[in-house]
């Protein structure tokens, strides 16, 4: 085997072994065939190349062009090993990946030649004829599609007369320098006048001897030493025959060593893989065991550092949550007083004061029962008892919405029945009587409107509060101060919803969503 080629192989076969790319793999199989293939090693060549094709997707574009390297190859090989019915199978599948007309015009030639060694004449000769016009442009292709085609016309018939297209295809050949092409014609030229004109074959097979010298084709050497045993004189035929024995022998013995050769690089590759596979599993093991005697040897320290580190951290998160706890309730405390100091107090004051500000005169033992009751309510925040007042809650309600009517403000309530509050709970109506007492609060001091309607409604799963007045009502960059920001954490907090429709003509509109009990 030839020492490049040797080589070839080798970093070839390196790639296969390391590389991640499956297009490049298929690639380097491919490569490696064709080499085998030069060297006579036909199966292992053929197995590349089957090797190769596992690699490929045929789905894919970007691996068609190996797919009709390897196909192609494949016919090749099989032409070798003149399995003919599977070159012409091979060659139809590169046919039908081929995207060029040249590769298609290469193996169609192919095909045609298989179909020929096949005995198959006219196929080929049908084939030869189809692609000879398209083959033109080209004299190289043109040249080797003529002289095939000459030469299956004549083996069909042998009173053809080739010569002059064979001489045709051998002047372009001479004239563009291609060697393997005047090989070709050489042969074929010598079997043509091996009957009718012993000399012309014993020149050209003289001439096909040393061109295949020259081209070193061990496989043409021996076909033209074959013609010439036949044609030469007979006192070369000798000379001819040992020369034939001498190059046959060593031909076999080169390719069972290139065969070998091709083994042994592919078992030292693997072998190479394996060892350092294994060296790196005896790395990766001891590294485990010396991990493994730290991690025992460190384990008891680390775990008791890890638990002393939890028990402490533990300790400082129950201190600080339990801290926090206790901030966080007087905290919400203090703002439940506040709260109720701005529900009962604040809000009661205004009230009252508004009574005294729109009444002439006001009875004296009514203002003082007011004073009382506020008083007492305001004494109760301190016990954090709850301040629902006694009494049916409609009409209570309806006493704190209607105190705010003035002269020139009329107030409307609809819908608030006795029967509508029967079974919402007292913590709803405490949030709600302080809400709304809160609008009405905010309608007074800021909106100048002079109609309030207040509406209940009991809906299929809530009950519902709408207020509206025809006041200023709220624009549309309206910053709420804290009572009407009260009013939507009242409302959120007994799972309820509440929305304000500001900048509306006819003034302010809300509305009030309670969850049904």
């Known amino acids: 085997m030839d020492r490049q080629n040797d080589s070839a192989y080798?970093?070839?076969?390196?790639?296969?072994?390391?590389?991640?790319?499956?297009?490049?793999?298929?690639?380097?199989?491919?490569?490696?065939?064709?080499?085998?293939?030069?060297?006579?090693?036909?199966?292992?060549?053929?197995?590349?190349?089957?090797?190769?094709?596992?690699?490929?997707?045929?789905?894919?574009?970007?691996?068609?062009?190996?797919?009709?390297?390897d196909y192609n190859e494949l016919g090749s090989i099989s032409i070798s090993l003149k399995n003919y019915d599977a070159a012409i199978d091979y060659y139809d599948r590169t046919l039908t990946r081929a995207s060029d007309s040249s590769a298609k015009a290469i193996a169609l030639n192919n095909k045609a030649f298989a179909l020929q060694q096949q005995g198959a004449y006219a196929k080929a000769a049908m084939i030869y004829e189809t692609i000879l016009p398209q083959s033109r442009k080209d004299d190289r292709q043109y040249a080797r599609v003529l002289n095939n085609?000459?030469?299956?016309?004549?083996?069909?018939?042998?009173?053809?007369?080739?010569?002059?297209?064979?001489?045709?295809?051998?002047?372009?050949?001479?004239?563009?320098?291609?060697?393997?092409?005047?090989?070709?014609?050489?042969?074929?030229?010598?079997?043509?006048?091996?009957?009718?004109?012993?000399?012309?074959?014993?020149?050209?097979?003289?001439?096909?001897?040393?061109?295949?010298?020259?081209?070193?084709?061990?496989?043409?050497?021996?076909?033209?030493?074959?013609?010439?045993?036949?044609?030469?004189?007979?006192?070369?035929?000798?000379?001819?025959?040992?020369?034939?024995?001498?190059?046959?022998?060593?031909?076999?013995?080169?390719?069972?060593?290139?065969?070998?050769?091709?083994?042994?690089?592919?078992?030292?590759?693997?072998?190479?893989?394996?060892?350092?596979?294994?060296?790196?599993?005896?790395?990766?093991?001891?590294?485990?065991?010396?991990?493994?005697?730290?991690?025992?040897?460190?384990?008891?320290?680390?775990?008791?550092?890890?638990?002393?580190?939890?028990?402490?951290?533990?300790?400082?998160?129950?201190?600080?949550?339990?801290?926090?706890?206790?901030?966080?309730?007087?905290?919400?405390?203090?703002?439940?007083?506040?709260?109720?100091?701005?529900?009962?107090?604040?809000n009661g004051l205004y009230r009252l004061m508004t009574e005294i500000e729109h009444q002439e005169e006001v009875p004296k033992e009514e203002l003082l029962d007011k004073v009382e009751v506020l008083y007492e309510q305001s004494?109760?925040?301190?016990?954090?008892?709850?301040?629902?007042?006694?009494?049916?809650?409609?009409?209570?309600?309806?006493?704190?919405?209607?105190?705010?009517?003035?002269?020139?403000?009329?107030?409307?309530?609809?819908?608030?029945?006795?029967?509508?509050?029967?079974?919402?709970?007292?913590?709803t109506k405490k949030e709600l009587e302080a809400v709304l007492q809160e609008l009405m609060i905010n309608m007074d001091k800021h909106s100048g409107a002079r109609n309030v309607l207040v509406r209940f409604e009991r809906e299929a799963r809530a009950l519902s509060v709408r207020y509206a007045d025809d006041g200023v009502g709220l624009p549309a960059d309206h910053q709420m101060g804290n009572g009407l920001t009260n009013t939507g954490n009242r409302i959120s907090q007994i799972g309820g919803q509440i929305s304000f429709e500001p900048n509306i003509p006819t003034g302010l509109k809300v509305r009030i969503y309670l969850p049904n009990d």
């Open 149 to 346: 085609r000459t030469s299956v016309r004549w083996l069909q018939d042998s009173s053809y007369p080739a010569a002059p297209e064979l001489l045709a295809a051998l002047a372009i050949r001479r004239r563009i320098n291609d060697d393997w092409g005047l090989n070709s014609s050489y042969a074929h030229l010598s079997d043509y006048y091996l009957h009718i004109c012993p000399d012309s074959a014993l020149f050209y097979s003289r001439a096909m001897y040393a061109v295949a010298t020259k081209l070193n084709s061990p496989d043409d050497q021996l076909e033209a030493l074959q013609k010439l045993i036949l044609v030469g004189p007979t006192a070369d035929a000798k000379i001819y025959f040992e020369r034939y024995q001498r190059l046959r022998d060593s031909l076999e013995t080169a390719r069972n060593r290139a065969k070998n050769q091709f083994a042994l690089i592919r078992y030292d590759a693997e072998k190479n893989k394996n060892d350092n596979l294994r060296l790196q599993r005896e790395n990766a093991e001891r590294r485990v065991e010396l991990v493994t005697q730290r991690a025992i040897t460190g384990g008891a320290i680390v775990l008791f550092t890890v638990l002393t580190g939890l028990g402490i951290l533990r300790y400082r998160k129950r201190k600080a949550r339990l801290e926090w706890e206790k901030e966080e309730a007087i905290r919400k405390q203090r703002m439940r007083i506040s709260e109720r100091v701005h529900d009962i107090v604040a």
């Open 10 to 69: 080798y970093y070839f076969n390196k790639v296969v072994n390391s590389s991640k790319d499956s297009l490049q793999i298929a690639i380097a199989y491919n490569s490696m065939a064709v080499i085998q293939s030069d060297a006579g090693d036909y199966f292992g060549g053929q197995e590349s190349l089957l090797t190769s094709l596992s690699f490929l997707d045929e789905q894919k574009e970007k691996d068609q062009y190996c797919l009709v390297s």
């Open 379 to 427: 004494r109760e925040i301190s016990y954090e008892r709850d301040s629902i007042s006694k009494g049916a809650f409609h009409l209570k309600l309806a006493e704190i919405i209607t105190s705010f009517a003035r002269p020139g403000t009329k107030i409307s309530i609809l819908g608030n029945e006795e029967d509508l509050w029967s079974e919402v709970a007292a913590e």
